[in-house]
């Protein structure tokens, strides 16, 4: 099996987690953002 291939076994469980703490991450920058456009603009 190769280096890739283990690698992937091995995070293949916590995938789905690390999507989610991603999307997660990306809806706060998101909001932070938006928040810190509105104040701007306040």
Same mark, same amino acid.
């Given at each position: 099996?190769?280096?890739? $291939?283990?690698?992937?076994?091995? %995070?293949?469980?916590?995938?789905? !987690?690390?999507?989610? $703490?991603?999307?997660?991450?990306? %809806?706060?920058?998101?909001?932070? !953002?938006?928040?810190?456009?509105?104040?701007?603009?306040?």
């Amino acid at each position: 099996m190769s280096c890739v $291939e283990y690698f992937l076994a091995m %995070t293949a469980p916590h995938a789905t !987690v690390v999507r989610r $703490e991603q999307m997660r991450v990306q %809806t706060e920058n998101r909001f932070a !953002v938006g928040t810190a456009g509105c104040q701007r603009h306040m």
